[in-house]
């Protein structure tokens, strides 16, 4: 089986869940089509993250933002690379394969009848789907890896025009996979075009449990990613300094960002430090002396930054949305908040109470690897690879918490 993975970001958590795909799945052939848009490392840097075998086309036309002009043309290119590297229903040969950037001819050995077009994010998903209708291709799977008109740094219309795109979308046929339960939830709302999605939870590759305390006489609450609209280091950094005022905790209180990015401005050196970016040891031995990992993000898919937490067995403090909900048992592993007041309310009382604190941060461990792990979501995909191409059951499978795939 060939798997035509389709993307528009070659950054962050949509890249970082396909190399997890590639590398559970390294049964299969994985073709990645993929744009230039990259936050921390160039492209060729992230090809080499992933297993070795996978192969790439670039999509060059593809861009984050609605534009028509430049949309017309990624989908025309898009249509020609998937003519070249897909055969006709007959099983003719494909067309010439196109470039793939020196990683061997795309088109070789593949039939349309084991083959599967897995389309990653908003702008892939719409795109990538129109695409395939026009050219007859059944087979898709799309993931959104949290869906465009969730953005809260975009006004009200563009958010209804990204809703609108979804809809439209969904009639062109293939099947919704979220990338954990509330993503297939919202997408359920949506219509009846999205009536039997389901979804398949990212994962990563659990790692030993954490032993002893994180650190010696000092709380240390993090977070790790991209300091960007989407994240909101200015509610990170407002959390931060309500409580370095007001922290009521013997031991001192210590906020990190470990990242960079467009509004790293917005964190005050007085209330948290900014590590710039570290290589993913680094990451997670800091994860490792983290007592609480706190998110604000505003919006998202199923964070692969707060699974990272987890699997250090840190004790969670996330921003009450979707995503970050299916992550957190409140009271057991950490806690919602949904304003600062909340969160130092909360953080207060997870750092007054050590014992208890490093209690919910080995059930993060616990539920990660009930729920989350990469073997998991191997299975999830393989599974639903082998359903759309017909060869498998009929949907009913389960992954993470119990919702249909």
């Known amino acids: 089986m060939t798997i035509f993975h389709v993307l528009e970001p070659f950054a962050s958590g949509i890249t970082t869940a396909l190399i997890s ?30 297993p070795g075998g996978v192969e790439f086309i670039e999509w060059k036309n593809a861009a984050r933002e609605i534009r028509l002009g430049g949309d ?10 998937l003519k070249a590297v897909l055969p006709r229903r007959n099983g003719s040969p494909a067309g010439a394969a ?71 979308g969904g009639l062109f046929g293939g099947r919704l996979v979220g990338c954990g339960p509330s993503e297939a939830e919202i997408y359920r709302r949506l219509g009846p075009m999205y009536k039997n999605a389901g979804y398949v939870s990212n994962g990563v590759v659990p790692r030993p449990f954490r032993s002893g305390a994180p650190q010696n006489g000092k709380n240390l609450v993090s977070f790790s990613g991209i300091a960007s609209p989407q994240k909101d280091p200015a509610l990170f950094n407002a959390i931060a300094a309500n409580c370095k005022r007001s922290s009521g905790v013997k031991k001192e209180v210590l906020f990190y960002w470990i990242g960079e990015g467009p509004e790293a401005a917005k964190l005050d050196k007085t209330y948290v430090t900014l590590t710039g970016w570290k290589s993913p040891a680094e990451v997670a031995a800091l994860l490792e002396k983290t007592t609480v990992y706190l998110s604000c993000s505003a919006w998202e898919g199923l964070p692969y930054g707060v699974l990272e937490a987890m699997n250090a067995s840190c004790a969670l403090l996330l921003r009450d949305v979707p995503g970050n909900r299916d992550l957190v048992v409140p009271g057991e592993n950490g806690g919602l908040f949904t304003d600062p007041e909340e969160a130092c309310e909360l953080l207060r009382e997870m750092l007054a109470d ?10 993060s461990r616990t539920i990660l690897e009930r729920d989350f792990s990469q073997k998991a979501m191997g299975e999830g995909y393989r599974r639903v690879y082998a359903e759309v191409l017909g060869h498998g059951n009929s949907p009913g499978g389960r992954s993470g918490r119990g919702v249909p795939l």
């Open 354 to 363: 050590p014992e208890r604190t490093a209690a919910m941060g080995r059930k």
């Open 72 to 81: 017309f043309k990624a989908l025309g290119e898009l249509i020609s690379i």
């Open 98 to 168: 196109g470039k793939t950037d020196g990683a061997g001819t795309a088109a070789k050995g593949v039939s349309r009848d084991a083959a599967v077009v897995h389309l990653h994010s908003s702008k892939a998903g719409f795109l990538g789907r129109a695409a395939a209708r026009l050219l007859g291709i059944t087979a898709v799977v799309y993931t959104p890896h949290c869906g465009a008109f969730l953005r809260t740094d975009i006004g009200g219309v563009t958010r209804r025009l990204y809703m609108f795109f979804e809809r439209l």
């Open 21 to 50: 795909i590639t590398a559970e799945l390294s049964e299969y052939r994985h073709v990645v089509i993929h744009g230039s848009r990259a936050w921390v490392d160039t492209v060729e840097k992230v090809k080499a993250r992933f």
